[in-house]
């Protein structure tokens, strides 16, 4: 399930590769059978596009989002089943295999790089570990080659909006951010991803000023670096 808003692209100066040293950010969030990416079930995961506006303005883009089928002797924790709501055997759940649910998502990302410049995705998400955990886990058990995700780093909203809002937990953080937030609606992968995106956008444009001048001085030194010249291994 994918939805495509209208997105304008940024000038080359304003360019994606270039605000984040090439790196693309993409909102990710999974809802799962427990908090062990090893054992638990992955059901459902959301992965939400961020565009660059003409202004250079971060905004939400488009979401894709699908629910997942347990893999074979996944374990699954009743009570992570009560906070999601989910039903990962209804007989009317559109559940797809991992492998299908991953390569559908990380086919729509690789066209976001290329279309944007950037050389590789940076996974961003509400405590990012666990999700990120619970994506390369799942890569691992389908034996996906082309992951367009950096393996190890990734941006925490949790970190951002401690710093930027004071609070870490997503339904404060955005609530205090002046966003809505509909409490029925959370847990769910694409909602919470939509929220952390919407987030996640709102913190970066408030440091649009920083990042003028930071740029600037990156500039003064010499440092031109573009998405072709980063290791797509390397640490950010």
């Not at 808003?5 to 999974?30: I, T, Y």
């Not at 066209?111 to 390369?136: E, K, M, P, Q």
């Not at 058990?141 to 909203?157: A, M």
């Amino acid at each position: 399930m994918s939805e495509q808003p209208e997105s304008r692209a940024a000038p080359p100066g304003l360019a994606m590769a270039n605000r984040f040293r090439g790196f693309l950010p993409v909102v990710v969030d999974v809802e799962t059978g427990g908090f062990n990416a090893a054992t638990d079930a992955l059901l459902e995961i959301a992965a939400v596009l961020i565009d660059l506006d003409a202004q250079g303005v971060l905004r939400r883009g488009a979401t894709h989002c699908y629910h997942v089928k347990p893999f074979e002797g996944s374990h699954i924790e009743p009570a992570a089943l009560q906070i999601n709501g989910i039903d990962p055997y209804h007989p009317l759940r559109p559940a797809l295999p991992e492998r299908d649910a991953l390569q559908r998502v990380f086919r729509e990302i690789r066209h976001a790089i290329r279309s944007h410049g950037c050389r590789r995705a940076i996974l961003v998400g509400h405590n990012a570990a666990f999700d990120l955990g619970f994506v390369n886990a799942a890569i691992r058990r389908t034996e996906i080659k082309r992951n367009p995700f950096h393996p190890f780093s990734c941006f925490d909203t949790a970190t951002l909006a401690g710093a930027a809002l004071g609070q870490t937990v997503l339904a404060r953080a955005v609530q205090v951010a002046g966003l809505d937030w509909d409490r029925s609606s959370a847990h769910s992968a694409r909602y919470d991803a939509e929220r952390t995106a919407d987030l996640f956008c709102l913190v970066c444009n408030r440091l649009r000023a920083s990042f003028t001048e930071a740029q600037a001085r990156a500039e003064m030194l010499g440092w031109h670096i573009t998405a072709s010249e980063i290791d797509p291994g390397e640490d950010i």
